[in-house]
């Protein structure tokens, strides 16, 4: 179970296609995900030096959500 939602979380922060594909950034960029700037910033605007810092970032967010999880999930089982 414990697999099951942390994947699930990381699948979840790197979602890109779907919002992509359906709106395209949506009116007034309403849609726009981190992914989704992050993608526009490299190869829309070439800044491919603060692409690379917001990667770093998500990277952050993403283990600092997986840490919490399995702290939780470890207080859970004791």
Known sequence: MIFAIV???????????QPYVMTGGGPLNSTNLLVFYIYHQ????????????????????????????????REEDA
């Open 42 to 73: 490299a190869f829309a605007q070439f800044d491919f030096g603060y692409a690379a810092a917001t990667t770093t970032i998500l990277l952050a967010v993403t283990l600092v959500l997986v840490y919490v999880q399995l702290q939780i999930s």
């Open 7 to 17: 994947t699930t979380v990381i699948f979840t922060l790197r979602s890109f296609e």
